[in-house]
């Protein structure tokens, strides 16, 4: 296998990867979430390995976790993008939006699939797109 076909965790530094889980984590707090959504958002992983991953010891941290990380980093930057004030970019993802059929962005998000967070990525990316 080359290294263009081996798997994202294998060429990511394991220092890499914790930070990953650090920024992941840093986000949930400012957004009030709570352990549960916040395992879900990660793609339901083992309790135990979700708090391990919460103290700091990331382990390995397979790519399907690495993903979803990178769709709830990218959901951060557009709201801090759209929003000037933090508390609202921080706000909306608990406010009830149409789009999502009246649920709120972070039901959305934590509906269990990678897919639901390239969704809520996506609306964001279309909203923002004037100030691309």
Known sequence: MTALQQPVTDCMPADRQRLALEGFFGIMQRWGVDNGTARRILGSPPERTFFEWKRGKAGRVPEDTLRRIGYVAGIWKALEILYSDPDLADGWVKRPNAHFGGTTPLERMAAGDVT??????????AARAPWS
Do not use: E, P, Q, T
């Open 116 to 125: 639901d967070l390239a969704a809520v990525r996506a609306y964001l990316d």
